[in-house]
């Protein structure tokens, strides 16, 4: 049962465009929704996050959307630049006392020159 | 320490061998968090600590496994009779404090299970 979804196992795009990787989920619970990326041989990394009461969250070239009806969230990377080549996960807490997050499979980002 | 350390960083075990996995968290974080990661899947988690206290092991595959943190620290990831559905990379993270902070993950372990 899978709960956190990425249904791209990858996506390449053309440096200086935007990247979006989506992710779907299925437990209404989840209250807090994160994003980590992940270089080969390295854990992951936090990069974003977003609380369930909000829509969006912007962070410099990234940003998370969050739509709660649909369930589904995105990260958006514009510029897009080499360095952000990895996978990208998509991660979510299942309430607010909850300390584990459950994750999707993974988006891998190739960035084109 | 600077971040958090795993140790080997490599492991190749014969099928039916124990094998146990270190953690070092940054120093002075509460919650320490084992999770493994299997080829093409995403980090699932397997057990949580708090201090020296298991507040949750919920993801713990079987009774093979087994993790532990006496000092609230270091803490050990221990596989017994290892099966090779068990190969995977094994990662643990930290985080400051009990209440939820985000984590910071280490490079983790890879066993190999032949």
């Known amino acids: 049962d899978q709960q956190v979804k990425q249904n791209s196992p990858s996506l390449s795009v053309q440096e200086g465009r935007i990247s979006i990787l989506n992710c779907d989920y299925t437990n209404s619970m989840f209250d807090y929704f994160l994003w980590y990326k992940k270089y080969p041989a390295e854990g992951p990394t936090f990069l974003i996050s977003?609380?369930?009461?909000?829509d969006k969250n912007e962070d410099g070239r990234f940003t998370v959307f969050l739509n709660k009806s649909a369930k589904h969230l995105s990260l958006h990377i514009v510029p897009s630049q080499p360095g952000d080549s990895a996978v990208y996960f998509c991660?979510?807490?299942?309430?607010?006392?909850?300390?584990?997050?459950?994750f999707g499979q993974g988006t891998r980002l190739t960035i084109n020159p | 320490g600077a971040g958090v350390s795993q140790s080997p960083r490599y492991k190749v075990a014969k099928r039916g061998q124990d094998v146990a996995l270190r953690c070092d968290p940054i120093?002075?974080?509460?919650?320490l968090f084992w999770y493994q990661q299997a080829l093409g899947q995403g980090p699932e988690f397997l057990t949580y600590?708090?201090?020296?206290?298991?507040?949750?092991k919920s993801g713990l595959p079987s009774d093979r496994f087994f993790a532990e943190r006496p000092e609230g620290s270091v803490s050990t990831l221990k596989i017994q009779r290892t099966q090779q559905e068990d190969s995977a990379v094994y990662l643990c993270?930290?985080?400051?404090?009990?209440?939820?902070?985000?984590?910071?993950f280490g490079s983790g372990t890879r066993l190999t299970v032949v």
């Open positions: 120093s002075g974080h509460v919650s």
């Open positions: 991660a979510a807490r299942e309430d607010q006392g909850a300390q584990k997050l459950v």
């Open positions: 977003i609380s369930s009461i909000k």
């Open positions: 993270a930290s985080s400051p404090k009990q209440d939820f902070y985000g984590y910071t």
């Open positions: 600590f708090q201090n020296e206290a298991q507040l949750d």
